[in-house]
């Protein structure tokens, strides 16, 4: 199994696996963090769901897609795919709605980031492949 590739996924599901369990247990830390004072029924059932329900079950399709070396590359795109579309979302909120602090361009950042090391490692697996592929006597 691709070494470099198994601890990405496993990694990023450790990641998202704390935050998740933070926010089913502290949904209100959500709005000190990042400073929204709403805390309706809803708004704290709404980052349930997503911050903490959405967030352990990617983390959890991340530890099944390391599980099995035919489903790591599915595992890396659905990375690159989350975290280029919440990076670029945040990006355009940037661009909107402007920030108050640095935290929003900080995880901006981040999240592109490490959009693009999953595509990365996906392409250098992908590389590893066809080399092993070409060197195989026919």
Same mark, same amino acid.
Request: a neutral charge; proline letters at 4%.
């Given at each position: 199994?691709?070494?470099?590739? &198994?601890?990405?996924?496993r990694v990023?599901?450790?990641i998202?696996?704390?935050y998740? #369990?933070i %926010?089913?247990?502290n949904?209100?830390?959500l *709005?000190?963090l #990042?400073? %929204?004072?709403?805390h309706?029924p809803?708004?704290? &059932?709404e &980052?349930? +769901?997503?911050? *903490?329900? !959405? $967030? !352990?079950?990617? +983390?959890?399709f991340?530890?099944?897609a @390391?599980n +099995?070396y035919?489903?790591?590359n599915?595992?890396?795109?659905m990375?690159?795919i989350v975290?280029?579309a919440?990076?670029? +979302?945040?990006? !355009?909120?940037?661009?909107r709605f402007? %920030? =108050?602090d /640095?935290?929003?361009p900080?995880v901006t950042?981040? $999240?592109?980031?490490?959009a693009?090391?999953?595509?990365w490692?996906?392409?250098?697996?992908?590389?590893? =492949?066809h080399a092993? $592929?070409? @060197?195989? /006597?026919?």
């Open positions: 199994m691709p070494k470099k590739q &198994v601890i990405f996924l990023s599901a450790f998202l696996s704390v998740a #369990v %926010f089913l247990i949904p209100q830390l *709005g000190r #990042v400073g %929204f004072t709403h309706s809803n708004t704290l &059932v &980052v349930t +769901a997503f911050y *903490g329900g !959405l $967030e !352990l079950g990617l +983390a959890v991340l530890v099944w @390391s +099995a035919d489903r790591i599915m595992g890396l795109k990375l690159f975290f280029l919440a990076g670029l +979302a945040r990006l !355009l909120g940037i661009i402007g %920030f =108050e /640095p935290s929003q900080i950042g981040l $999240e592109i980031g490490w693009f090391i999953a595509n490692l996906t392409i250098k697996m992908i590389d590893q =492949e092993a $592929e070409a @060197s195989t /006597p026919r």
